[in-house]
């Protein structure tokens, strides 16, 4: 093998691993800056994934109501929980409300998480 395909070779073997060191030392990624408005549905931990406030929903995501005998079935209505711990264990809800129109939730800096269904999204409002 000829000195310059010795060294074609070498540079060959040596590119990936330049590669892949420029990677391993890139700069982490900034953190995520909290949601808001908050999606009407899902869990979120109070701090990483949203700020404590004050926060507004229009109400109901759904299109259309389903009634029973005069009342609203729970998955025609929009629903949320704030919790005291950073799980979804309904032994620690601090607060809870469900309805079909507008309403607040009032995520305080005690809460750990906020758990939101069916409900448009949550607009900060102070």
């Known amino acids: 093998m ?3 395909r010795r060294r074609r070779a070498a540079a060959g073997l040596l590119a990936p691993a330049a590669a892949l060191t420029a990677i391993t030392t890139a700069a982490p990624p900034a953190a995520a800056q ?3 408005p908050i999606p009407g549905n899902g869990f979120f931990l109070v701090g990483p994934d949203i700020s404590p406030g004050l926060y507004r ?4 995501a759904s299109v259309f109501g389903v009634w029973i005998n005069d009342v609203p079935t729970q998955d ?5 929980f704030t ?7 309904k032994d620690n809800v601090v ?3 469900i309805s079909m129109g507008p309403m607040f939730a009032n995520i305080n800096s005690t809460v750990m998480a906020f758990e939101s ?6 607009t900060r409002v102070s």
């Open 117 to 122: 269904r069916n409900c448009q999204p949550w």
């Open 95 to 97: 607060s809870t409300n």
């Open 34 to 36: 909290p949601m808001d």
């Open 2 to 4: 000829s000195d310059t």
């Open 76 to 80: 025609s209505m929009c629903l949320w």
């Open 57 to 60: 929903t229009a109400g109901t």
């Open 83 to 89: 919790y005291s711990t950073p799980d979804a264990n």
